[in-house]
């Protein structure tokens, strides 16, 4: 049984991941940082407590900011892949938290390499680097792929760029098998609730159920290379699976802007929106000609990345990818299930939990 490591396992990207592994038979592991609740909500479904027979799915406490821990969890599991997933990964956050996202994102890379290093395991451990579609940043060439060259505009996108070039490093110095996928962003109904696309999804649904009044967005020309989380991983676990290590884009090669994606959302909830005004004057109005949402600069960022798009050809080529999922039926999903919340919301807020015993 071939073993995995996932780091952020309590991700979105780890929960698809997981799910994908251990249907593919294998054992696999999970960091999880400490936290005060439990923080698991991705991963119960998966969850086997430690007096469960034929366990094949363990969660590790660990953190990519101590080393200790993670050379005590790659010890203890040898696995014959290792899956970086963790990461502070929120652009805006890493203006806030710089320091953090460098020590985590740039320097939990490194430890993690050098946990194999040090455990001599640069021969059986695969490793694979959550790189990222923010690299490209101040874009210097469209659409992007693997050859293009890189211009980071945040804290966090400098934080994964040393992860990226340590992973290349690793790999030509010692000859591990280790490499970056450059992911162009992508999302699900388990996304993060202050990603863009899950804000919308989840506000427009309150809105439409009265839960909340009005959504706050920056940046809605900001254009994105949206595709969905169920597709990107299995690209992640095939990358480990080549003869050879390389770097690899994954994107779907279609650009929207967050405008189209609020539409979109709103359209697949029956609301029709009228944009008027410009810049952080533009509002979006209901056909009551209430303003359902507006644009608040608290959200612009000092440095923005305006516009990613990738071109996966090379994964097309060597690793066979082709998204199966299109832009609307992404959005679809995520409305649907932000619906369901939204309905289990406007209950409580209308009738109080007691109204459950009744209607559940
Ligand atoms: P999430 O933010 O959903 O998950 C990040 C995970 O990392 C969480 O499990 C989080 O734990 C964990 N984590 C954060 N800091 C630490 C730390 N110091 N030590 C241990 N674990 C930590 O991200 P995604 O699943 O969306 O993304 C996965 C990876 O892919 C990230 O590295 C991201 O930067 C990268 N990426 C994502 C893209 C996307 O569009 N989704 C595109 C390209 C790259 P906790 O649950 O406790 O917060
Ligand atoms: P991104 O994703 O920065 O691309 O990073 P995010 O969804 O946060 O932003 C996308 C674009 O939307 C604009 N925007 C807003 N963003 C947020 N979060 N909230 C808002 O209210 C808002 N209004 C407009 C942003 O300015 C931006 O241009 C994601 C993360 O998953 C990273 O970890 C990953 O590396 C990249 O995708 C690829």
Redesign the pocket.
């Known amino acids: 049984m071939k073993v995995a490591l996932i ?8 929960a698809y991941l997981a799910e994908l592994l251990l249907d593919k038979g294998y054992m696999v592991h999970g ?3 400490r ?1 005060s609740l439990f ?1 698991t909500g991705r991963i119960d479904h998966l969850y086997q407590g430690p007096h469960e027979r034929c366990r094949r799915f363990v969660l590790h406490h ?4 101590d080393s200790s821990s993670l050379v005590r969890i790659v010890q203890q599991v040898q696995p014959d892949e290792i899956y970086n ?6 652009v805006a956050v890493s203006f806030e938290e710089p320091e953090y996202t460098a020590n ?2 740039a320097l ?1 890379t490194l430890r993690l390499l050098e946990a194999i290093r040090i455990l001599g395991l640069e021969r059986k451990t695969r490793f694979y680097q ?4 923010e690299l490209y940043g101040l874009v210097q060439h469209i659409p992007q792929s693997e050859t293009t060259p890189f211009y980071p505009r945040s804290p966090y996108a400098v934080a ?1 760029l040393y992860a990226y070039w340590i992973t290349v490093n690793y790999r030509e110095a010692y000859g591990m098998y280790a490499c970056n996928g450059i ?5 699900s109904p388990i ?2 609730e202050t990603f863009v696309t899950r804000k919308i999804t989840r506000a427009l649904a309150r809105i439409k159920l009265g839960v909340q009044d009005c959504l706050y967005l920056g940046n809605l020309d900001a254009r994105r290379d949206w595709g969905h ?1 169920r597709d990107y991983v299995e690209m992640q676990w095939m990358m480990l699976q080549q003869n050879e290590p390389e770097d690899f884009v994954i994107a779907t090669g279609s650009q929207y802007s967050v405008r189209d994606f609020v539409d979109a959302a709103a359209r697949e909830l029956g609301i029709a929106i009228d944009w008027r005004g410009v810049g952080i004057n533009e509002k979006g109005y209901d056909a009551h000609g209430k303003v359902i949402v507006a644009v608040d600069p608290r959200y612009f960022r000092p440095t923005e990345v305006q516009t990613l798009l990738g071109d996966a050809t090379k994964a097309r080529q060597k690793l066979g990818w082709t998204p199966s999922t299109q832009f609307s039926e992404l959005v679809a999903e995520m409305v649907r299930e932000d619906l369901r919340s939204a309905e289990r919301d406007e209950l409580v807020k209308h009738h109080g939990y007691t109204a459950f015993e009744f209607n559940e």
């Open positions: 780091t952020g396992v309590t991700g979105q990207d780890g960091v999880k940082r936290t923080n660990g953190d990519l900011t997933l963790a990461a502070q990964s929120h985590s994102d939990g959550a790189s990222t579609s994964k992911l162009f962003n992508h999302e996304r993060g989380a």
